[in-house]
């Protein structure tokens, strides 16, 4: 299980580097960022998460096989954008309804180093963006207006002292 690291961490505000070879290291690792994002539990869980600042994300909705995503592209977003209420491990107990397209298109390379290109919707695509955002630094508050975010900033730091 590796440590989640939360708000306030500097590295979840960096931007993420490709990934080079895909070798047995990359693997271990996302295999070891799937066990830790099942177990905090939580759908999605990106490297600078747990303080790796490297291109990839794991993600796994209720029905679906966990997928890895090494150097990911979002090469396409649908015209219809839809609001749904996001959360993120790294910032618990913090949720706000957020817009975003309803479809994308991505493009990455799984634990095996095989390309792969994926449609996604629903839940799939959601938790995609949220996660392809961690890679750029970019956290779901960011997509809030300012008021909304600092509000949400200031309640989770409050939470803390609880
Ligand atoms: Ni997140």
Redesign the pocket.
């Known amino acids: 299980m590796l440590d989640i690291v939360t708000l306030g961490d500097e590295v979840l505000r960096q931007k993420a580097a490709v990934v080079g070879d895909i070798d047995g290291s990359i693997a271990k690792l996302a295999e070891n960022m799937i066990r830790t994002m099942q177990e905090a539990p939580g759908i999605?869980l990106?490297a600078p998460?747990v303080g790796v600042l490297k291109r990839m994300f794991v993600c796994q909705i209720e029905g679906d096989k966990p997928r890895v995503f090494i150097n990911p592209e979002i090469i396409g977003t649908s015209e219809e954008r839809g609001v749904f209420e996001e959360g993120?491990?790294?910032?618990p107990g913090i949720y706000a309804d957020v817009l975003r397209p309803d479809e994308i298109s991505i493009q990455a390379w799984n634990e095996r180093g095989r390309p792969f290109t994926l449609n996604a919707g629903g839940l799939l695509a959601r938790v995609i963006q949220?996660?392809y955002d961690?890679l750029q630094g970019v956290?779901?508050l960011d997509h809030l207006n300012q008021k909304k975010s600092e509000r949400l900033e200031k309640q989770y730091y409050k939470s803390l002292r609880a």
């Open positions: 999605g990106a998460q993120c491990l790294s910032i949220h996660e961690h956290l779901f």
